[in-house]
């Protein structure tokens, strides 16, 4: 699975990486909603909660489907700018039916399909609007009726919880953060300039990188969609509260942007869907399991493993070769023998790729 950014005949300038910290601020209040995707950032979480004003908290919890599930595209700009209250200008000149729109689905579901008309003037498409909402809760619900009857209200509200979390907390944190995405920065425009765009792309993450072609630029997400870069292009932006989400803008209408973690020293790589979609393939099999219940023991030759299980070479061998490609096992020659050894570290990481590759 896949999302693809269709970039043909796009200028290499309009690649652009830049921070934003609409975007960061953004990062940071979808880890304090969900704290659990996030442990590393567990401290500065209680730390941010404990010293907000009960106001201040009242106002996240009514606007956080925003940024919680999923993040409003409107908050991740295509054009960064230096400051936050740059960004947040360009977002009141949004106007309101792509606000309110952008706006509901990301409080009413998260398949991100487009409302087939404008909930503020197609009666049906406001139904549909306050169902989906009701359906996610009485906080949804109210949230999606004030901004439908009243959307100026609702984008001066939110932009000022925005504002008053910058004051809260994190103008405080933007100093420190602003170094890291710098230097990030600084390597990815680098790259971009001296190697080309692959190799921008793949300092990236393993999980980004572009088609053999060039014309696409492909993500390892578990979803099948496609975007166009137009004129506009494509923007990258660093996260150091982001991680372990790779976010990508790519609703119909909205330029295709791309917000991605931050590397920590000595990263490991992601690992990509395909291979977790193998492991779990190759787990999913009740014989499969019991060999490598053997296999756990102690490398063992296929006729071992046979033997053990009252089972036939050609069956034994089959299901072997499926966890060969999947990695979970190696197998290695000892004189005229093939003995097969359990991977451990992989198997053991499984639960994490899993996770990762679905929050990614």
């Known amino acids: 699975m896949t999302l693809r950014i269709d970039i043909t005949g796009l200028p290499s300038e309009h690649v652009r990486f830049a921070a934003s910290p609409l975007a960061e601020l953004t990062a940071m209040l979808h880890a304090l909603a969900e704290p659990g995707h996030h442990p590393q950032l567990a401290d500065w979480a209680a730390d941010v909660w404990a010293g907000l004003p009960p106001e201040l908290v009242e106002r996240l919890r009514e606007a956080e489907f925003l940024w919680r599930s999923s993040q409003a595209d409107f908050l991740l700009p295509a054009r960064p700018r230096p400051t936050l209250a740059e960004e947040l200008d360009d977002v009141d000149r949004i106007d309101d039916e792509r606000y309110v729109t952008a706006a509901l689905i990301t409080t009413c579901g998260s398949s991100r399909v487009p409302f087939a008309a404008s909930p503020l003037t197609d009666a049906a498409a406001r139904e549909r609007a306050l169902d989906l909402a009701q359906a996610r809760g009485a906080r949804q619900e109210a949230f999606a009726e004030r901004l439908l009857a009243d959307p100026a209200a609702v984008r001066a509200r939110v932009r000022g919880t925005l504002e008053l979390c910058a004051d809260a907390f994190f103008d405080a944190a933007w100093a420190g953060v602003a170094v890291r995405l710098a230097t990030d920065l600084r390597v990815k425009n680098d790259l971009h300039k001296r190697q080309g765009l692959g190799a921008a792309l793949a300092s990236v993450s ?8 060039g014309d696409c630029i492909v993500v390892d997400k578990l979803q099948d969609k496609a975007t166009t870069a137009d004129g506009t292009g494509v923007t990258f932006i660093p996260s150091v509260f982001g991680g372990p989400h790779l976010v990508v803008v790519h609703a119909p209408g909205w330029p295709p942007v791309v917000q991605y973690p931050v590397a920590e020293p000595g990263p490991s790589e992601p690992v990509s869907l395909e291979t977790v979609t193998l492991r779990l393939d190759a787990l999913s099999h009740p014989v499969r399991l019991r060999l490598l219940r053997t296999l756990a023991r102690g490398p063992h030759t296929t006729g071992e493993l046979a033997a053990a299980w009252e089972l036939s070479l050609p ?27 359990l991977n451990v570290p992989d198997l053991t990481a499984l639960g994490a790729d899993l996770l990762a590759a679905v929050l990614r």
């Open 315 to 341: 069956e034994v061998s089959r299901h072997l070769a499926v966890m060969r490609r999947a990695g979970l096992l190696t197998a290695r020659r000892d004189g005229r023998y093939v003995r097969h050894t």
């Open 206 to 213: 393993g999980a980004v990188a572009l088609a053999p072609d």
